[in-house]
């Protein structure tokens, strides 16, 4: 599912591909709610499908929002 510049996912607007892997693919996008920029990780469908893979996406999300919680506010 590659996404182009200026696709809208619910408030976030796609800017540019970040890359892909066997997880999803990675865009940088701008959340038009709070103005920032953010990553967003589109999976495919055999990962969205499979219970493990989704679990294992989201402890990676989370020990990311974590981190960027850290680096926010120390």
Do not use: C, N, W
């Not at 996912?9 to 103005?35: C, W």
């Not at 294992?56 to 929002?65: G, L, M, N, P, Q």
């Amino acid at each position: 599912m590659a996404l182009t510049p200026g696709t809208t996912l619910g408030p976030y607007e796609i800017l540019s591909a970040i890359g892909a892997g066997g997880m999803g693919e990675v865009y940088k996008a701008r959340d038009t709610r709070l103005d920032r920029t953010v990553a967003i990780k589109v999976l495919p469908e055999h990962v969205a499908s499979d219970p493990d893979l989704k679990q294992r996406f989201e402890r990676e999300a989370k020990t990311v929002a974590a981190e960027e919680l850290r680096i926010t506010h120390d």
